[in-house]
Nanobody, 122 residues
Framework: QVHVVESGGGLVQPGGSLRLSCAASGSIFRLYAMGWYRQRPGMQRELVAAITGSGNTDHADSVKGRFTITRENGKNTVYLQMNSLKPDDTAVYYC????????????????WGQGTQVTVSS
């Protein structure tokens, strides 16, 4: 089982950018599907973006064109580049990892990090 740790959250003004990182343990990281989820205040956790081991991606409609998920298998790290941030993007962002891409996009298993807070406010 891979262990994941998120970093990179913080306070940013509307229109600004942040890059989140998720560092994973284990020597077979390249086989893991990875996902970014977020939980906004008072709402359920939702999928933001996911990426297969080979680099195929999916992004939620609400973030398409603004957020981009990428991965560096040599560094056991997945990133979420967030541009044109809006106050509605304020949330705790979580990293998820599993050998099954379906499990990641369904959010019903795998390994979860502790989350990193992103606050978009002026």
């Amino acid at each position: 089982q891979v262990h994941v740790v998120e970093s990179g959250g913080g306070l940013v003004q509307p229109g600004g950018s942040l890059r989140l990182s998720c560092a994973a343990s284990g020597s077979i990281f390249r086989l893991y599907a990875m996902g970014w989820y977020r939980q906004r205040p008072g709402m359920q956790r939702e999928l933001v973006a996911a990426i297969t081991g080979s680099g195929n991606t999916d992004h939620a409609d609400s973030v398409k064109g603004r957020f981009t998920i990428t991965r560096e298998n040599g560094k056991n790290t997945v990133y979420l580049q967030m541009n044109s941030l809006k106050p509605d993007d304020t949330a705790v962002y979580y990293c998820n990892a599993d050998l099954s891409y379906l499990t990641v996009v369904q959010g019903n298993g795998g390994s979860w990090g502790q989350g990193t807070q992103v606050t978009v406010s002026s």
